[in-house]
């Protein structure tokens, strides 16, 4: 299942956005492949910050240092802490992202459960969590060669 979420990251990370739709069309297309998408993008964008902070994964458990959400603003480098600065797409992915990263299991279950009704709108969320991850692991590769 999470070969579906590979396959949405690297189209996200060449901007090829028909090839981002035809993922997203397959997991949508299971309840489970959501599931698992949403939660891989999660694992990999924590991996990434991991790696540009010199930090290892933990075996299981919260990730240190990594439960407090921000958002990188790509345009001027500026961090930005304050959720209530940011579009309510990417205010939704950093604090699931957050939660995954805390191994709060029961806000990250909340905040999956508050994704719109709406297909077009749940996709939106779902595409700010998937080019941020994008972007995050873009630059935490980018940085050492690609290893």
Do not use: N
């Not at 999470?2 to 949405?8: C, F, I």
């Not at 995050?136 to 050492?144: G, H, I």
């Amino acid at each position: 299942m999470t070969e579906l979420a590979k396959r949405a990251l690297r189209a996200a990370m060449r901007e090829d956005q028909d090839g981002v739709r035809r993922s997203f069309a397959a997991i949508s297309a299971d309840g489970r492949a959501a599931a698992f998408a949403l939660t891989a993008w999660c694992d990999w964008t924590i991996q990434a910050q991991m790696k540009m902070q010199g930090l290892e994964m933990p075996a299981a458990g919260p990730m240190p240092g990594l439960a407090q959400p921000g958002w990188l603003d790509l345009d001027t480098g500026r961090v930005v802490l304050d959720a209530d600065e940011m579009p309510p797409v990417a205010r939704w992915a950093g604090r699931l992202i957050a939660a995954r990263a805390a191994a709060d299991w029961d806000q990250f279950t909340a905040l999956v459960r508050s994704l719109p009704d709406d297909g077009q709108e749940r996709a939106q969320y779902a595409y700010a969590l998937l080019s941020g991850c994008a972007e995050m692991v873009s630059l935490a590769y980018s940085r050492d060669g690609g290893s």
